[in-house]
């Protein structure tokens, strides 16, 4: 079966210091990867995705992202981080075979202390 | 311009009522999707609509009825409401066919008493 995991259900990382949120899957072929975020009371919010190519992928806010097709896993960074960045973190998987469905981890909370 | 938008963002209503909530996308994109988040955060597709036609329906109560009238439009119709139906609901958008993220509407607390 198809699946994403996000083995972290919390990361605590202080401001300054660099984070990583973590994502592997399990999907057959080349997929699309994607990261978005939450904020309280909020939908969520497209950060970066990658299709092909370079396996470090840069997006909005700072964040970045590394592609590993051998372990498979998709893991969230930034170099240093802000307390504003302290949201819901959801990484979300769609098969490149021409599916319609996206599939979502159970999201990652960050908590990022002054 | 909001690209995905829901209506109403609150919802209270008492157990057995009948409720819908609204969702228009003007981006343009071909697939829409409703997503129920529940109190643990988790976000689990519900329905999706291409081009008007229902391509993707996951187990759910068959209280729960999309309808979508075009391509811009999804609604969600809920009868004899549940204390369990109590969650956000998302509407999304997206353009199938190719690598396009899928933009989200800003949710709709549905809480039923």
């Known amino acids: 079966a198809q699946s994403v995991a996000q083995p972290e259900d919390q990361v605590n990382v202080a401001e300054g210091n660099p984070l990583t949120v973590k994502c592997t899957y399990s999907v057959s072929g080349n997929p699309y990867l994607f990261w978005y975020v939450q904020y309280p009371n909020r939908g969520l919010q497209f950060l970066l995705k990658y299709i092909t190519g370079d396996n470090l992928v840069k997006g909005s806010y700072g964040f970045e992202a590394e592609f590993n097709k051998s372990q498979t896993s998709f893991h969230l960074k930034k170099p240093s981080a802000l307390v504003s960045d302290s949201a819901l973190y959801f990484c979300?998987?769609?098969?490149?075979?021409?599916?319609?469905?996206?599939?979502f981890g159970a999201g990652t909370r960050l908590f990022v202390k002054a | 311009d909001t690209a995905v938008s829901q209506t109403p963002k609150y919802l209270v209503t008492q157990m057995g009522n009948d409720k819908s909530i609204k969702c228009e996308q003007n981006l343009g994109h071909d697939t829409m999707y409703w997503y129920k988040q529940d109190s643990k955060k988790f976000l689990k597709i519900m329905f999706s609509y291409n081009n008007k036609e229902l391509i993707i329906n996951e187990t759910v109560p068959n209280r729960f009825s999309p309808k979508s009238p075009d391509k811009a439009h999804l609604n969600l119709h809920i009868n004899s409401l549940e204390l369990g139906d109590s969650a956000v609901y998302f509407c999304?958008?997206?353009?199938?066919?190719?690598?396009?993220?899928?933009?989200f509407g800003q949710g709709t607390r549905l809480t039923v008493v």
């Open positions: 999304a958008s997206s353009q199938v066919g190719t690598h396009t993220e899928a933009f």
């Open positions: 979300a998987v769609r098969p490149n075979t021409g599916g319609f469905k996206t599939i």
